[in-house]
Nanobody, 128 residues
Framework: EVQLVESGGGLVQAGESLRLSCVASGYTFDDYPIGWFRQAPGKEREGVSGISRCDGLTLYAESVKGRFTISSDNAKNTVYLQMDSLKPEDTAIYYC?????????????????????WGQGIQVTVSS
């Protein structure tokens, strides 16, 4: 059974950092990319970052570029999202998800319908 479990969320002040972890199990970790999404109250789920398996490409939303870093530890079946210089607008529930193909077609990591398994989500709250 495929499972994705997020951890590392919490409440921080603006300017601080958090590192989210996504531990995957139930499949060959190297075969499929992982993406991070977030959803704030009253807003649609949006893609935050993704890491491809076919070329190691890392992709980011413009709103987080330069502040967030995605990385993968294949030995631990874990993908991390390091979030620095957090802003109140980063407040959301964050989800990791498994992409259905090894590569992001034309760099589109941000299409929710291209993911088949999702974690339960974890709250990140940034106070001003």
């Amino acid at each position: 059974e495929v499972q994705l479990v997020e951890s590392g969320g919490g409440l921080v002040q603006a300017g601080e950092s958090l590192r989210l972890s996504c531990v995957a199990s139930g499949y060959t970790f190297d075969d499929y990319p992982i993406g991070w999404f977030r959803q704030a109250p009253g807003k649609e789920r949006e893609g935050v970052s993704g890491i491809s398996r076919c070329d190691g490409l890392t992709l980011y939303a413009e709103s987080v570029k330069g502040r967030f870093t995605i990385s993968s530890d294949n030995a631990k079946n874990t993908v991390y999202l390091q979030m620095d210089s957090l802003k109140p607008e980063d407040t959301a529930i964050y989800y990791c998800a498994r992409h259905i193909e090894p590569c992001f077609y034309r760099g589109r990591y941000d299409l929710p319908n291209k993911y088949d398994y999702w974690g339960q989500g974890i709250q990140v709250t940034v106070s001003s």
